[in-house]
């Protein structure tokens, strides 16, 4: 028997749609508060849009409030529905032994019902009774729509990959459950950082996203963010947007078309981005976590601008208007652990065996990194120990592995060529050096000469543009650092 993603990923090509139509009888949509008066509404709904849903999903709860003759209508409404589309039960059920058991032969037996969404705040076997059947789908709540998810869904959890939020616990516990092809995540699409990140945690799986339409989420950005490398895997579902229209079928085309056009438009770039290159090719402010973070390095001084007749002396030698001190990181470990967070996205893009993190800026970073990715740590020593075991490397390695560099930010690249020469005796293979911040300064050319790739959280520029919009800093105060800019690429070779 097929399974319930492959039905629903055929039908998706077969009509060329990801729209989810959601069927909501609320009160005051209807002509009267009664059964029958539901069942006409979403009939009417129906009707008008069954060549162009993938799916559809009633909410069990409104049904509930009409009483048993709500459940009659119900049942009506999943049979009219699952014609051509998988019927998604909008119930979020979760129990477990025997009360899971009669939830799942309710929704898939008694109501005839083709997924439903599940809680998995009991954990597997609460769930396990929803996905006997491979032809039956499970949509797991993971990060929902609503404002107040960020109180239990964003808290801090041990995983096996270290530190993780709920939800990320959560999109990694749902691939190892997915062992029949019937289980998908509820991802709202009016978070899309974390729905960002549910994707590259969760590649293959679909996830039903609502948010669109009524919750006021953007479609182009909710697509960017969710869709899978395929093109597929995300069912915007769209229930008031669509239901309270003047001209419900000429709404849902047109969304259905808006969504195909983006698909395309998605599935038509060269090459696949990863999420790290879409978060550095954007503006910093479409980045909520980044802007953020961006706020909190020039509040907590970890950016100090100088006056125009003391500039700061940097180590190269340069005379800047600007200096990054991020050794103040360690007087902050939320910011410290948010910083850490940052480099994630670039580091889970990468190949390699362990962390060098260098001395001595970047080792409270490195070792948050370690903690959160759960990726093991080493660092080159500045200087070589005349006692003991005389290392150079602190940390266990093997010849031949592959090591990634961590610091703070760099400047033209000069104090990294020491430290990966270390690395490079010892026999490890260096390919990349992750930073923080890239101060522009000549660094990414210097290290693609040697061969290796820079990767920065942020650039300098892309600060400067922020706060610039935000007015954070003075005008004089950029167009002194944007000078000092301009004059080191114009020094360079």
């Known amino acids: 028997m097929d399974s319930f993603f492959s039905r629903l990923e055929s039908r998706a090509r077969q009509i060329g749609s990801l729209l989810c139509v959601g069927l909501d009888p609320h009160p005051e949509d209807l002509a009267a508060p009664t059964a029958g008066a539901a069942r006409d509404f979403c009939l009417r709904l129906i009707e008008a849009t069954a060549d162009l849903a993938v799916a559809f999903k009633p909410n069990v709860a409104f049904f509930e409030a009409l009483g048993p003759e709500g459940m009659f209508v119900l049942k009506e409404v999943i049979a009219a529905a699952s014609q051509g589309a998988p019927v998604i039960l909008d119930a979020k059920r979760g129990d477990i032994a025997s009360t899971g058991e009669a939830y799942a032969r309710a929704a898939f037996e008694a109501l005839g019902a083709d997924a439903i969404t599940a809680n998995p705040y009991l954990g597997y076997d609460a769930l396990a009774p929803f996905l006997e059947d491979p032809a039956h789908g499970v949509f797991v709540l993971c990060k929902t729509s609503n404002p107040g998810s960020a109180d239990l869904q964003d808290l801090r959890t041990w995983g096996e990959k270290g530190p993780l939020l709920v939800y990320e616990q959560v999109a990694l516990l749902a691939q190892a459950w997915n062992r029949k092809d019937n289980l998908g995540l509820v991802a709202g699409a009016t978070h899309l950082e974390a729905l960002r990140r549910i994707r590259e945690l969760a590649p293959g799986l679909w996830i039903l996203a609502p948010g669109v339409g009524a919750q006021g989420s953007d479609l182009k950005l909710a697509l960017e963010a969710g869709l899978r490398q395929d093109g597929l895997g995300l069912l915007v579902t769209v229930s008031r947007g669509i239901a309270r229209s003047e001209n419900p079928r000429q709404t849902a085309e047109n969304l259905r078309e808006e969504i195909e056009r983006e698909r395309q438009a998605f599935l038509s770039l060269p090459v696949r981005k990863t999420a790290h290159e879409r978060t550095y090719q954007a503006r910093i402010e479409e980045h909520p976590q980044l802007a953020a973070l961006a706020d909190e390095l020039l509040a907590f001084g970890c950016v100090k601008f100088a006056s125009p007749d003391q500039p700061f002396i940097l180590k190269s030698g340069l005379q800047s208007p600007v200096y990054l001190d991020l050794r103040q990181l360690v007087a902050h470990p939320d910011l410290l652990l948010r910083v850490a967070r940052a480099y994630l996205p670039i580091l889970e893009g990468l190949r390699f065996d362990r962390l060098a993190a260098l001395p001595y800026a970047a080792l409270p970073i490195g070792t948050a990194i370690s903690l959160l990715g759960g990726w093991p740590l080493i660092y080159p020593r500045k200087e070589v120990k005349a006692y003991g075991t005389k ?103």
């Open 391 to 493: 290392a150079e490397i602190e940390g266990a390695f093997a010849p031949g592995e592959r090591a990634v560099v961590i610091d703070d930010l760099t400047t033209t690249g000069g104090s990294k060529f020491e430290a990966i020469a270390r690395l490079s005796r010892a026999g490890l293979q260096v390919s990349e050096v992750v930073v923080l911040i890239d101060r522009q300064s000549g660094a990414a050319e210097s290290l693609a000469q040697a061969g290796l790739r820079l990767l920065p959280v942020f650039t300098l520029t892309q600060l400067l543009d922020y706060w610039e919009a935000k007015g954070s800093v003075t005008a004089s105060q950029l167009a002194a650092v944007r000078a000092f800019l301009r004059q080191s690429a114009n020094d360079r070779p």
